[in-house]
């Protein structure tokens, strides 16, 4: 049975990391508060970004660019965004696991390798039999534009080359402080937007100043850097969600595991006042039927 010292030395301890969670969760919380207000201004220009080059896409040959070319030789690269550290929730977990389900499905014809972004989804698949062609981390905590540029430009000069003839993304998308969703997209080629339904005749065509050609070669590689650079965002600020919340419950379950603890050691102590107790009386009463 616990005694009286090692229920405090248990209290003292919950206590402690009761202050460690609160402090994680204010962190969280001020970080939260920057990384959503840059998703929510990033949005809609990534939004419109992605609606005019589909536009483009549909209107323009498969042909006129490089990144527009779709090929079918079966290799292909999936891209998994996680975060660099744990204490998160099923944050780390619901990204990996999303990513098995898409190397697991594929056919006996479809080789995937992985661009990883996330110190938790490189340790996962390092110790895996899985192809890892490019690694990023430790970099979310000064996450800028140069690195959504670093990480497409690597896989525009992969896909221009042949190399592989697919990206997929997966990220969790964040939605609220308590909900992040999983997604995957298809990165690479660029995708045309859905074309007319039945009976609405064909797209319209646009006069394309300078040239087609020109318009395609400067925003494809902006358009892909926006993508990758909102995905990134888009994560972290779902990871300091998931971070707020995880620590929230901590701490919660922190006061529940404290306020039972005390109540045992005040049951504890009453329990050890009421045994001296009996022993005294017990005592006195044998000294006076002994002097008696």
């Known amino acids: 049975m616990a005694t009286l010292r090692d229920i405090q030395r248990r209290i003292r301890s919950v206590q402690s990391t009761q202050k460690i969670t609160r402090a994680m969760k204010l962190v969280a919380a001020a970080k939260l508060r920057r990384a959503q207000e840059r998703v929510v201004e990033a949005r809609p220009y990534a939004s419109r970004m992605a609606e005019v080059l589909g536009s483009l ?5 498969p ?24 204490l998160c929730g099923a944050f780390n977990t619901n990204i990996i696991r999303r990513s098995l389900d898409l190397l697991r499905g ?53 896909y221009t080359q042949e190399a592989f003839d697919q990206v997929e993304l997966v990220y969790n998308e964040f939605r609220s402080v308590a909900t992040q969703r999983v997604k995957a997209e298809t990165l690479l080629p660029v995708q045309p937007m859905a074309g007319p339904g039945e009976g ?14 020109a318009i395609l070669e400067r925003l494809l590689p902006r358009h892909i850097e926006t993508q990758v650079y909102r995905a990134l965002m888009e994560s972290l600020a779902g ?11 901590a701490t919660r379950n922190a006061g529940e595991m404290i306020d039972m603890l005390t109540l045992q050691f005040n049951k504890a ?20 039927q002994a002097g008696g």
Not at 57 to 61: F, I
Not at 200 to 213: I, K, R
Not at 239 to 249: F, L, S, V
């Open 57 to 61: 896409a549909l209107r323009c040959d």
């Open 63 to 86: 042909g006129a660019h490089p990144l527009l070319a779709r090929r079918a030789t079966g290799q292909k690269v999936l891209m998994v965004i996680s975060a660099d550290r744990g």
């Open 106 to 158: 594929a056919t006996g014809e479809v080789q995937f390798s992985l661009t990883v972004v996330g110190r938790k989804v490189r340790d996962f698949y390092r110790r895996r039999p899985y192809t890892l062609r490019s690694e990023y981390v430790n970099f979310f905590d000064k996450l800028a534009y140069e690195h959504a540029a670093e990480i497409a430009g690597d896989l525009i000069r992969a």
């Open 200 to 213: 609405e005749g064909a797209p319209l065509d646009y006069v394309y100043e300078p040239s087609p050609a």
């Open 239 to 249: 990871e300091y969600g998931a971070r707020m919340t995880a620590m929230d419950n």
């Open 269 to 288: 102590r009453q329990e050890k006042i009421t045994k001296e107790l009996l022993e005294i009386v017990g005592g006195a009463e044998a000294l006076r």
